[in-house]
């Protein structure tokens, strides 16, 4: 197997090059789909035979959900490789993916509230589901205010990574939840194992809307990792060559 792009990866300089070359696409693609999942889904989808337009927020919260889990996972694995093999852009990409996924992690529980208001008759129930996201929440934040707390880089890169992985224990939690406990979330919608339950008239903006959201915090992720290289490099050469010092 040829390692040669792994270790590529450990180099901060060629990260910052060719992300400046994929940013550009990223962004455009990104804004292409989601306009278009977002317009097809809001207005020109049908409604539903049973909640009629309410269903519609879906084009907004199943994104976000799904992106909220994802990206924690994706911190606590950048985290192990900040412990294991202490690569500084796994430490570069975990702070900058936090208050990212914190977002979205927000967006998920206020749209599940606004979805939930019609559905549910009440903005927030103390249900599995939304709880055990609600947590996934105040892990985030944990995240980024220990961060914060800790003056050493490399201390700071060490208590985030080990609180990143032990935190990831919640998104079975949150995944099967709906399945342990009797809640009131209905269960998921979209199975790799099954035939979605949905008209393809609804299903493919939903599925649009979601590659446009995990495009897009592609591209978030990026433009933030960028930006932490030049502070974390700005003594370097070639950072002082690219901003003309």
Request: hydrophobic share 55%.
């Amino acid at each position: 197997m040829n390692w040669t792009f792994f270790h590529k990866l450990g180099s901060p300089k060629w990260f910052y090059d060719i992300s400046g070359r994929w940013l550009p696409w990223l962004a455009t693609i990104s804004a292409l789909l989601m306009a278009t999942g977002l317009t097809w889904g809001l207005l020109f989808a049908p409604p539903d035979y049973l909640q009629g337009n309410s269903y519609r927020i879906i084009f907004l919260h199943v994104p976000t959900a799904f992106l909220a889990s994802a990206v924690y996972v994706m911190m606590a694995c950048a985290g192990a490789v900040t412990l294991i093999w202490r690569v500084k852009l796994a430490d570069v990409a975990l702070k900058c993916m936090a208050p990212v996924g914190a977002s979205f992690c927000l967006l998920a529980l206020i749209t599940g509230a606004i979805w939930g208001k019609p559905t549910w008759g009440t903005w927030w129930v103390w249900d599995a589901r939304l709880t055990s996201v609600l947590i996934l929440l105040f892990l985030y934040i944990g995240v980024i205010a220990l961060r914060g707390a800790i003056r050493s880089t490399t201390t700071a890169a060490k208590a985030c990574a080990v609180l990143s992985i032990v935190g990831v224990v919640n998104i079975p939690i949150i995944k099967f939840s709906v399945q342990w406990w009797n809640t009131l979330h209905q269960g998921a919608t979209l199975k790799l194992t099954e035939k979605p339950a949905m008209a393809p008239e609804m299903l493919w903006p939903l599925l649009i809307s979601i590659l446009a959201f995990y495009l897009f915090f592609t591209a978030v992720l990026l433009l933030r990792m960028r930006t932490e290289i030049l502070n974390r490099e700005r003594r370097t050469q070639w950072v002082q060559q690219r901003l003309g010092g």
